[in-house]
C-alpha cells in the first residue's frame, strides 16, 4: 500500500465523497490542500491541519502534489489533471483508493438507472444469508467508515457511477453490469466516454471473478467485451429461475435489476431459497416508483429518480391502468424523441403535464411523433405549473378513479428543485395535503 506519511494531497472538490477519506488520509500524516470553488467549504471546520483553496475556478497548478484525489463531480480529464498526470502525479479518488485498502470481497454494480435499487437488494440477500455485508457507494455508509470493520470474510456491495468508475484500476470480484444507455453528456462529452468509463468494471477482473451482465442493450455487450473474469449474461425473463410468482417491485426493468441482484447473490454463496424470500418481500428505494397515497381512488407514484427518457419510457412500461405522466425539468443533454415516440404509443396514457426547461422539447417530440403516427391518437398536453402544489391540482383534475398519476420527470431537477429528492419530497408532500381534501 502506498504509503501517505508526509505525502502533499491535493482534494479536488468538498463534498461528501472526498470528506468521507479525509480522517483516514489525516491519520496517516498527509499534507492535505482542499480546492473547492465554494468561499466556504461545508463541515470543514472539523478538520484541522488542512491548507484551503476556495473560490477559484480553477486548481492551478497540481504538479507540485504527489497525489490528487477527485471528487467524482469534477471532470477527470480537466486540464490541470492532465497536466498532472504527465508530471507524474497519482490521480486518485475515494473509491480508487477504497478499492486498494479493502480486504474483503467487493460487488460493484453499474449502469445508467437502477443501480442503487440493485445494490440495496444485494445488500439484503447478503444480510439474510447470515454473511458479513456492507452497503456503500453513493449510498449505504461511508465507506471510510466501515473500513475498519472489514476483514477477508467481508462483503462490500458497492453502487458505482461513470465518475467513480472512470480512473478505477481495479474490478471487483463481482461486477454487474445493469441497463446502461446515453447518460451525462453534461459530464462526459461522447457516448463513448461514458461506456468505456464503465468498462473499469469489469476490465480489470481476475480469471476468477464474476461479471453479471444485462444481455438486452448494446453498451452492456460493450462493456462484457472488456471483461477480464467470467461473463454471466442475464435479463429479465431470468427472474423465473428465483421468483415464481410476483415480486415487489413493479416494471419489466427492475425484473431486470432483481435478476442480476439474484445471481450475484447466488455467486457470492447466498441460499436460493432465501434470495426467493427477499425478492418477494422488497419494495424498493425511495423516489423509484415509489407508491405515495391512494386519494379518492386514483394512486399516485414518486419516480423522481428517473432524469433519463429511458428510465421514464420503463416506468411509463410498468403500468397498464390510465396514466396520467408528469415530466420534464432541466437540461441534461438527452433526446426526447423515443420518449415521445412511447407517450403516443402508449394506449393507457390520458395526458402528460410538462413543466420545467425541457416542456418545449418534450412537447415538440410528442407532437412530431403524432404526426408520424398512421392512426390519428392524440394526446393532452398540459403546460405552465409553476409549482408542485399547482402540478398535483392540475394531475388530480385530469384523472378519474382507478387512475395513476405519476411523476417521471426524464430531466433533470435544478430548474424548479434543488435536486431529485427535493422534488420527490415536494411531490409527496403536495400528494399527502391533498388527501386532506378528501378525509
Known amino acids: 500500500m502506498t504509503s501517505y506519511q508526509n505525502k502533499k494531497v491535493a482534494i479536488l472538490g468538498w463534498g461528501i465523497d472526498t470528506r468521507d477519506c479525509v480522517p483516514w488520509l489525516l491519520e496517516q500524516g498527509a499534507k492535505i490542500t482542499v480546492f473547492d470553488k465554494k468561499k466556504v467549504a461545508e463541515n470543514g471546520e472539523e478538520f484541522s491541519g488542512i491548507t484551503w483553496e476556495l473560490g477559484k475556478e480553477d486548481f492551478g497548478d497540481l504538479t507540485k502534489f504527489e497525489t490528487v484525489i477527485r471528487s467524482p463531480g469534477v471532470y477527470r480529464y480537466r486540464k490541470e489533471i492532465i497536466e498532472a498526470e504527465k508530471a507524474g502525479v497519482e490521480i486518485s479518488s475515494k473509491t480508487k483508493l477504497f478499492f486498494d485498502l479493502c480486504p474483503g470481497q467487493i460487488i460493484g454494480v453499474t449502469g445508467t438507472k437502477g443501480k442503487g435499487t440493485t445494490a440495496t437488494l444485494i445488500y439484503q440477500m447478503l444480510k439474510a444469508g447470515s454473511k458479513e455485508a456492507y452497503l456503500g457507494g453513493n449510498i449505504g455508509e461511508k465507506v471510510f467508515d466501515f473500513l475498519p470493520r472489514l476483514n477477508k470474510n467481508s462483503w462490500v456491495v458497492l453502487e458505482l457511477s461513470s465518475f467513480q468508475l472512470i480512473d478505477l484500476s481495479k474490478s471487483p470480484h463481482i461486477a454487474v453490469v445493469l441497463m446502461v444507455t446515453s447518460e451525462h453528456q453534461d459530464w462526459h462529452p461522447t457516448v463513448e466516454e461514458y461506456v468505456n468509463a464503465k468498462k473499469n468494471i469489469v476490465s480489470h477482473q481476475q480469471k476468477d471473478d464474476f461479471s453479471v451482465v444485462n444481455r438486452d442493450y448494446p453498451h452492456c455487450r460493450d462493456i462484457a467485451d472488456a471483461a477480464t473474469g467470467k461473463v454471466i449474461w442475464v ?24 435478476a ?28 423509484r ?151
Request: aromatic share 6%; hydrophobic share 40%.
Open 235 to 258: 435479463s429479465g425473463g431470468d427472474l423465473k429461475d428465483f421468483a415464481s410468482g410476483d415480486i415487489g417491485l413493479r416494471g419489466e426493468h427492475n425484473r431486470e435489476n432483481v
Open 289 to 439: 416508483l415509489e407508491e405515495v397515497a391512494v386519494i379518492d381512488g386514483v394512486t399516485y407514484f414518486n419516480d423522481s429518480f428517473s432524469t433519463v427518457p429511458e428510465t421514464t419510457i420503463a416506468a411509463i412500461k410498468s403500468f397498464r391502468e390510465p396514466l396520467i405522466l408528469i415530466a420534464g425539468g432541466s437540461e441534461k443533454g438527452s433526446d426526447f424523441t423515443h420518449l415521445g415516440k412511447e407517450i403516443i404509443k402508449a394506449k393507457n396514457i390520458r395526458a402528460v403535464i410538462l413543466i420545467g426547461l425541457m416542456a418545449k422539447r418534450i412537447t415538440k417530440a410528442v407532437r412530431q411523433a403524432e404526426n408520424e403516427q398512421k392512426k390519428g391518437k392524440s394526446v393532452k398536453i398540459v403546460t405552465g405549473c409553476r409549482n408542485m402544489g399547482e402540478i398535483i391540482t392540475t394531475a388530480r383534475k385530469l384523472a378519474s378513479r382507478g387512475d395513476i398519476i405519476l411523476l417521471s420527470p426524464a430531466a433533470a431537477s435544478f430548474d424548479m428543485f434543488q435536486n431529485y429528492k427535493d422534488r420527490g419530497n415536494q411531490f409527496k408532500k403536495a400528494v399527502l395535503d391533498l388527501n386532506h381534501i378528501y378525509e
Open 260 to 287: 442480476a441482484a439474484a445471481t450475484a447473490a447466488k455467486l457470492a454463496g447466498v441460499p436460493e431459497p432465501i434470495i426467493r424470500k427477499v425478492i418477494k418481500t422488497f419494495k424498493g428505494l425511495e423516489h
